[in-house]
């Protein structure tokens, strides 16, 4: 597999009137060819931040890459001309965002949406671009797409509505698909359906997708390889297995712990204490230290490393040093992860 | 949609109804008579010119009158110009009222929204604050002060345009440039504001998400919806552009409805005010009823109930 995506100890930064918030802290991963990232956290964890400077499309001029490189096949997409980045967004690397009632634009008919991008980054005429438009909107499963394409936004219902968003990302055949929370505004069974709808159309694309979301049960279902990022950091990465049957970061666990499952009927659903550090004044050390029940004297001084746990699977946390106590997961996070592996992986998946 | 429209005509028929009794009992309370130089008039002059035009009469049966007329689509008579119909008046008159009002509120509200639209795109840039300051005092310096400012300079001082009077185009840039003020003002303020708000939401980032050039997401994407909630107040502002005629014609001495108005309410010419005063009103309800359309026009979540489903 050849990496499509080499994130290289990304920063962002954004200035407000208090001072620089440091919403990502060196975020350093790759992505494959065909593959499903998802990147999992809390609010404010810089999930979405990251994802938007993949895409060049910080607000500004408040939000900027303060440093870092972001190698989309071998080229620096931070160092590219406003100019360049257009040619990019939407070609080769799209968005799908997270509020479909408002991310379409209301006074637009949906079939110029999704043919602007067609006609723009693909030269077609605006005949070809409307029958691709017409296969587009079956694609992702809209009945009569021929009367849709002429209708508004407000016409869709809001499950609708993230279909044609989900079209519009995937008019040029993108080698990169960002899903930004693609299904926190959807209620639960269109959720499930879109995230079908996703996980078919990867299949026959081979698009890499990377999926944002706070929801583990979701990652379970889609994902590849699993990163969880706590204020603004890496704080662990491994395959999906990896994550789920063989966390090594306490606050993997805690959102483990936290993650409500059908047949938790004994235990209370798990909370992490304590709130995310202000990332105005990022603390010294470990971020997560404060809330960590096993924190160690090291972290309120130095940042952990990464710790490779094997060849796919890296945690940031003391407690895989050589000289730290071994602590094993609290009892029920690891009745979990023994939980999720008796199941079998991902739902049958693979 | 046409079952629509006919239905707010109706509706405007009743308004102007309105309009017409209430301002009719207004004007009857005006203090002095039509008569002027009325200390010269012998009781038995007065009695004759009074019965002639009818205003011995009491005053519902007047109006009673005035109604039976006004339904026949006759205005009466004007008590200055000695047998001329009013609607005659108001006819030869509303040309050059028509061509002010229409040439400043089209180039006023298309200058205002290029201004607003430089604003919002430099945000709190040079040009945003310049453009801000510009409008502010648009809003706030009544027209007139502009008038004589420009007859002022423009006119007596430079001797580029013509001080006032009526008759070729040059005459109309002078009451035209003072009477855009305005609506160029406040057209400013609210594409500023508004496009401000768009560029913020979401449908734009998912715009720059397409790859959709600066350009598109200016003109295509973002104007479009920030022009939504201009078309609300283009109404109130074309109508103070009709009252905003009145001084400005007086100023200029253009022979335009407005200045006839003013005399007419000086010398207590009671068909004239009523017909013009009926003129405005009718004017504005058409204003309103254009803007409901325009609505449609351009915002294609708003409906007419009455139209197809």
């Known amino acids: 597999m050849s990496k499509l995506l080499e994130v290289k100890d990304l920063k962002v930064s954004f200035n407000t009137y208090n001072g620089e918030v440091q919403a990502v802290r060196g975020v350093t991963f790759d992505l494959n060819k065909g593959e499903t990232l998802a990147i999992v956290g809390e609010s404010g964890s810089g999930k979405s931040v990251t994802s938007m400077a993949l895409m060049q499309l910080l607000p500004k001029p408040h939000g900027y890459v303060k440093s870092g490189e972001i190698l989309f096949e071998g080229e620096d997409i931070v160092k590219k001309s406003t100019r360049d980045m257009q040619k990019i967004r939407g070609k080769d690397i799209s968005m799908v965002f997270q509020d479909p009632m408002s991310s379409l634009n209301p006074t637009m008919k949906i079939g110029n949406q999704i043919m602007e991008g067609l006609i723009k980054h693909q030269n077609m005429n605006r005949t070809n671009a409307r029958k691709k438009a017409v296969e587009l909107l079956e694609l992702v499963g809209i009945p009569h797409p021929e009367t849709r394409l002429n209708q508004y936004p407000h016409q869709f219902s809001g499950g609708m509505r993230q279909r044609v968003v989900v079209a519009i990302a995937l008019a040029c055949n993108p080698k990169i698909l960002i899903a930004d929370e693609p299904t926190t505004a959807l209620d639960v069974t269109i959720q499930a359906q879109i995230l079908e709808l996703m996980k078919d159309i990867q299949k026959e ?87 960590n029940e096993f924190a160690l004297e090291i972290d309120t001084v130095m940042e952990p490393p990464m710790f490779k746990v094997s060849d796919t699977h890296y945690a940031a946390t003391w407690l895989l040093h050589e000289d730290a106590p071994k602590i094993e997961p609290p009892e029920s996070v690891q009745r979990r992860m023994q939980g999720f592996s008796n199941t079998g992986s991902k739902d049958g998946e693979k | 949609m046409f079952r629509y429209i006919l239905r707010r005509i109706l509706y405007m028929a009743v308004t102007l109804f309105i309009i017409a009794t209430v301002s009719f009992f207004l004007m009857k309370m005006l203090p002095g008579s039509p008569l002027k130089a009325e200390d010269k008039l012998s009781e038995e002059q007065r009695e004759i010119v009074l019965e002639k035009y009818g205003l011995n009469d009491p005053v519902p049966v007047q109006y009673v009158r005035y109604i039976g007329g006004l339904v026949k689509g006759d205005l009466g008579i004007s008590f200055t110009f000695d047998n001329t119909p009013v609607t005659k008046i ?13 040439q400043a509120l089209l180039i006023g509200t298309f200058l205002g929204i290029l201004l607003g639209l430089i604003a919002a795109i430099s945000h ?61 003002a406040t057209a400013a303020r609210f594409t500023r504001t508004e496009m401000i708000e768009v560029m913020g939401s979401n449908f734009i980032t998912t715009a720059r998400a397409k790859g ?44 335009g409805i407005g200045e006839q108005f003013v005399t007419s309410v000086m010398v207590n010419d009671y068909p004239t005010i009523m017909g013009t005063t009926l003129l405005f009103a009718f004017l504005f309800v058409l204003i309103i009823l254009v803007i409901d359309l325009l609505y449609v026009l351009i915002d294609p979540r708003i409906r007419l109930t009455g139209g197809e489903s």
């Open chain 2, 124 to 184: 709190n840039g040079a040009l945003d604050y310049t453009s801000t300051i510009l409008a502010v005092l648009g809003t706030s310096i009544p027209s007139f002060v502009f008038a004589g400012l420009l007859q002022r300079y423009l006119a007596v001082e430079w001797e580029l345009f013509p001080v006032a009077l009526w008759g070729t185009f040059e005459h109309t840039i002078l009451p035209t440039v003072a009477l855009m003020i305005f609506p160029m």
């Open chain 1, 205 to 291: 694309t081979d698009s890499a997708i990377i999926f944002i979301t706070h929801d583990l049960g979701v990652v379970a279902n889609v994902a590849d390889r699993v990163a969880v990022m706590y204020a603004g950091k890496i704080v662990e990465i491994g395959t999906t297995d990896d994550i789920f049957y063989n966390a090594k970061h306490p606050y993997t666990w805690g959102l483990l712990g936290s993650m409500p499952t059908l047949d938790s009927d004994e235990e209370e659903l798990f909370a992490i204490p304590g709130s995310p550090p202000d990332l105005l004044n990022p603390p010294k050390g470990d971020a997560f230290a404060p809330r």
């Open chain 2, 212 to 255: 959709v050039s600066e350009y598109g997401i200016i003109f295509k994407h973002g104007l479009r919806n920030a022009l939504i909630p201009l078309v609300t107040v283009m109404g109130p502002m074309a109508v103070s552009l009709m009252t905003g005629t009145l001084v400005i014609e007086k100023i200029f001495a253009v022979p």
């Open chain 2, 90 to 102: 108001l006819m030869d008159r509303i040309g050059p009222s028509a061509q002010l009002g229409a």
